[in-house]
């Protein structure tokens, strides 16, 4: 079959050139328009639910909301985990599916069996679904500064201004709106007036919502017209609220302003942002999953500079993060080293061919190739990212091995045979080497199929590698035996084909090695056997990680402080750890740092938790070498502030960190049980053993105990005798400290909240005798002071109630420094064991990379077996003969050797990009066999001596085998010495390939 594709292509040449040129076209044309990412899309698929409950505490919603939604949530078909997080006010409830559910079926099961149990929730809270996105939808990040307008207004211009604008974007999911205050209108009731006029904050609420609407009412016709008849009452300004009518059961009438005050001003705030130690508004803009991030940042940016425009004089859009900074940035350095690893290879194809002609003849397959799988990158539905390119990467330096092959073998032809025709010269060089081309190839082709079948993160990692190399192998497979022979028949000529005198030289000395080693198999064997004992040793001293971390150019710190601080305080410790950031390490180009609770409720976090987003200067301007040099200044800084816990990690890190283990950290041990305290307790003296265990650090433990709060009980003879319930006295107190909404003012599309509140939005109640003190409106209209009517006391309870699959836990998170995670987390396991004993109904479970390591070992065990076996089967249909199969296979355990030694000497961990360069061996390896024993058995007729035979056999196929072998280590070569981002996750596995080839070869 091998024959007569080369056989037509041979006698169809324009034919086969002009189908070329369709697919380059089709190609180019993909080129242009596949998706940019910095990464593949490794995100779950995951359904988020946000419930806010006004006042309500962690405990109360966890028992009357999360609970419930949970229960309701866990029969859902191919569900994966449930987590939820609830905290003061707010639960959110995050359910993940198994890989390849459908995103809208998910979200449709979750929505139906969400509203069949919303009446039965409380009834004062909101919420539901959250957006169609992702983990890692966060891609454009940006502030709005204006020293003369106040945190208000520049709050009003996103909310009003912006946010409609920007959600108009194709693929803009939402933007969420952080830090500012929202302006409001306020009613602050006099308790003295109302009891006096007998009036009740109910019958206000009932005269507002009566009066505060227009209505429909028809239509009369009037001589030849119709025209639309309307009520209109809806309040257009504070002084339609102010002079709003209210009456009093003995029908006497007064207006609002008489019974309260009537003012502006603003929600009560659960969160807050600054920027370089000052107050300022944050947004964030959320992409639907799926959605083109290249596209989609550019087109947010081009809105923005419309809308910038329009802005008030002196407003400034203050962008610090943009995620196609980093996708440019990863690109171009696999881009870069694309260009490189070309160059190298088609300067190598020179020296070793020391043709030009055939040079360039074989360097079109680079090219051809590269195009080829970008049409099908395209169609397949790849995008263009760091793992994807990366793959194109490894794959240059053999998509020429089997063009080389074939090009050789022309060359050597035409060299020997100077009187046959050109053509039938082309044939049967091209038909010669076709099998083992073929093979191996396909042995190639196949080592990378089974790594489509990993599971996880890494599945989702390393699939658009796999498949990349498989398209590109695939592409130069066929372009070598229809292209090749087509083009070397149109530029090679009979002429100065003669080998260059230094490889001559170099095939002469090999040969003279070749026949002393052979003369001397045992001690050949013997060296064999110390090096692969070496190497078995050396590998028992390598580190096991996950991957190397990747390097996304920011800094993230994750401050914890006091679960009881207030907002306040907790503003004014970021203030001032900000101002001592930027004074003490000038690294840092700016600070934008987010405490509490965002507006869509998306990363609820507390009062007591802040992210601190730091964006660095151009690395040319550092004082230090690198990053980890600026987190042990930032530690430095952060240290000197007592009671704050921290933790450092970066923008896409913390999500995926977040989406794989619901936490932070590259290790996570989390404590199941039922019971706070004991879990609290249990959590605290794990952070012990942690923080004792070598290489562990900025230590973290979830606070979930130590909220206070103040428990309000109603004494119940007085509360019959006044007729004051539970609900009444809560709906009283709710508007003396948070404050409720009433109705709200529409005006176009802005909507101004109307509240019934006290004075200031933060309460003037600042004790519990205050609290005791305050006046409460009877329903008979009595005024009585709280603690007449009611006992006030101060209670502890948690904070906050993680739970996963209906478990509550507590979680410890550390990360790892100086030595390999793997290692860290087994004496880790071992010191928890030894140290701890866990009551009855608790236990441990470890989790964050450990755990993705551990799952991708396990896959690779089982990768490994097929790949050798699919070999085995192409090396017998290749050869029929298992002990040839088992020669060729003997050149594996050389490679392993190599990428042994190359891990060692540069000081990498074992990881999976590591274990898919050991992978890469086992095809590559067995190439260069297939090449030398087809040969030897093509020639083996010639000379009965085996030694000799053998010996001219290696000498003919010294060239392409180092070609093959040499254009895949320096097409790797650039991988390795490349610093930018995305450089990190390749490098081991290029080291590994390098190290291989070099001691196989």
């Not at 056999?953 to 490349?978: H, K, Q, S, Y």
Request: aromatic share 6%; glycine share 6%; hydrophobic share 45%.
């Amino acid at each position: 079959m091998l024959d007569k594709i080369i056989r037509f292509s041979l006698t169809q040449r324009v034919f086969v050139l002009v189908v070329f040129g369709v697919f380059l076209t089709l190609g180019m044309s993909a080129w242009k328009n596949i998706p940019i990412d910095a990464f593949p899309d490794i995100s779950t698929t995951q359904v988020n639910i946000i419930i806010k409950a006004p006042g309500m505490t962690a405990e109360e919603i966890e028992s009357q909301i999360t609970t419930l939604v949970e229960t309701e949530l866990l029969g859902i078909p191919k569900k994966d985990i449930l987590r939820s997080t609830t905290k003061y006010a707010i639960t959110s409830i995050t359910l993940d599916f198994k890989s390849g559910t459908d995103i809208y079926w998910a979200r449709q099961q979750v929505n139906e069996r969400l509203l069949s149990i919303w009446n039965q929730l409380p009834a004062n809270i909101e919420g539901g679904l959250a957006p169609m996105s992702t983990p890692l939808s966060e891609m454009f990040m940006f502030t709005i500064e204006n020293p003369s307008l106040s945190i208000t207004e520049r709050k009003h211009i996103l909310d009003w201004q912006i946010r409609p604008l920007l959600r108009t974007v194709e693929g803009v999911a939402d933007v969420n709106i952080l830090g500012g205050e929202t302006k409001t209108i306020q009613f602050s009731p006099d308790v003295i007036a109302m009891s006096n006029a007998n009036i009740t904050i109910d019958e206000i609420q009932n005269h507002l919502d009566a009066a505060n609407i227009n209505g429909s009412v028809g239509r009369i016709n009037v001589g030849t017209e119709s025209l639309i008849i309307r009520t209109q009452g809806r309040f257009q300004n504070i002084n339609d609220v102010a002079n709003l009518v209210v009456k009093n059961d003995t029908g006497k009438l007064y207006h609002l302003k008489d019974v309260g005050e009537i003012s502006f001003n603003s929600l009560v705030r659960y969160g807050a942002v600054t920027k370089d130690g000052h107050e300022t508004t944050e947004a964030l803009v959320v992409a639907l999953k799926n959605a083109n991030t290249a596209q989609v940042v550019d087109s947010v940016v081009e809105k923005l500079n419309q809308i910038e425009k329009t802005l008030p004089k002196g407003t400034h859009l203050n962008v610090f993060y943009n995620r196609k900074n980093l996708i440019e940035t990863a690109v171009d350095t696999i881009t870069s080293a694309l260009i490189q690893a070309i160059v190298l290879v088609i300067v190598l194809l020179a020296v070793f061919l020391g043709n030009i002609r055939a040079s360039m003849v074989v360097a079109t397959s680079i090219p051809i190739a590269v195009i080829i799988t970008f049409f099908l990158m395209y169609q397949f539905g790849l995008s263009a990212n760091l793992m994807s390119l990366g793959g194109l990467v490894i794959a240059i330096g053999m998509i020429v091995d089997s063009s080389v092959v074939v090009v050789e073998n022309i060359i050597s032809q035409l060299s020997k045979n100077t009187n046959l025709p050109r053509m039938h010269l082309m044939y049967r060089a091209s038909k010669a080497i076709a099998a083992p081309v073929f093979s191996g190839t396909v042995i190639v082709i196949m080592v990378f199929v089974p790594l489509l079948s990993l599971t996880g993160l890494e599945g989702k990692l390393f699939s658009p590698v796999a498949l990349t190399i498989v398209f590109a192998m695939c592409s130069a497979l066929v372009i070598s035996l229809t292209v090749i022979p087509v083009l070397a028949s149109f530029i090679i000529s009979n002429k100065n084909l003669d080998t260059p005198s230094y490889l001559v030289k170099l095939q002469q000395a090999y040969t003279n090695t070749l026949d002393k080693v052979l003369k001397a198999p045992s001690l050949t064997m013997i060296v064999f056997v110390i090096v692969l004992i070496v190497s078995g040793v050396l590998y028992t001293f390598l580190g096991k990680t996950f991957m190397p971390v990747l390097d996304e150019g920011d800094i993230i710190v994750q401050l914890e402080k006091s679960p009881t601080i207030s907002l306040k305080e907790s503003l004014d410790l970021d203030k001032q750890i900000e101002k001592a950031l930027l004074a003490n390490v000038p690294e840092i180009k700016q600070i934008v740092a987010r405490v509490g609770s965002d507006e869509l409720g998306l990363d609820p976090m507390s009062l007591n938790e802040t992210d601190v987003f730091m964006e660095l200067q151009p690395r040319d301007t550092w004082e230090v070498a690198t990053k980890s040099e600026i987190e042990d200044k930032i530690r430095h800084i952060l240290l000197q502030y007592p009671g704050i816990n921290f933790g450092f990690t970066q923008p896409i890190q913390m999500r995926v960190s977040e989406m794989l283990t619901g936490s932070t950290g590259a290790v996570t041990a989390k404590v199941f049980g039922a019971d706070i305290t004991q879990l609290s307790k249990i959590a605290h003296d794990i952070s012990l053993i942690v923080k004792k265990t070598k290489g562990s650090v900025d230590v973290q433990t979830t606070i979930i105990e130590g909220g206070d709060y103040l428990n309000v009980v109603l004494k119940p003879e007085l509360a019959s005798q006044f007729g004051m319930s539970v609900t009444e006295l809560s709906h009283y107190l709710n508007i003396q400290v948070d404050g409720f909404k009433a109705a709200e003012i529409i005006k176009g599309k802005i909507k101004t909240p109307i509240m019934f509140a006290n004075k200031s939005n933060s309460g003037q109640i600042s004790s519990i005798k205050e609290l005791e003190k305050l006046m409460v409106i009877m329903p008979d209209g009595t005024s009585l002071r709280l603690k007449d009517i009611a006992d006030v006391t101060l209670k502890v309870g948690p904070a906050l109630v993680e739970r996963e699959n209906a478990e509550r836990f507590a979680v410890v998170a550390t990360n790892v420094s100086g030595r390999d995670m793997v290692g860290f987390v087994e004496e880790l396991q071992q010191n928890v064991n030894a140290e701890l004993k866990l009551p009855s109904g608790y236990y441990v479970v470890y989790g964050g990379e450990f755990e993705n390591q551990i799952r991708a070992t396990n896959n690779l065990l089982t990768v490994i077996p097929l790949v050798l076996f699919l070999i085995v089967i192409i090396l017998f249909s290749t050869f029929n003969s298992l002990a040839k199969a088992g020669l060729i296979l003997a050149n594996i355990p050389f490679a392993l050797m190599g990428g042994i030694l190359g891990l060692f000497v540069s000081g990498q961990y074992v990881s999976v990009p590591a274990s898919i360069g050991f992978i890469a061996l086992l095809g590559v390896a067995v190439l260069n066999g297939v090449v030398m024993l087809s040969h030897i058995e093509s020639v083996k007729y010639k000379t009965k001596d085996l030694f000799k035979l053998v010996s001219n056999a290696a000498g003919d196929r010294l060239r392409p085998i180092l070609m093959t072998a040499t254009t895949a280590m320096f097409g790797l070569m650039p991988l390795v010495v490349a610093t930018g981002p995305g450089a990190e996750i390749q490098k081991p596995l290029a080291i590994v390939v390098i190290g291989g080839l070099f001691t196989s070869t």
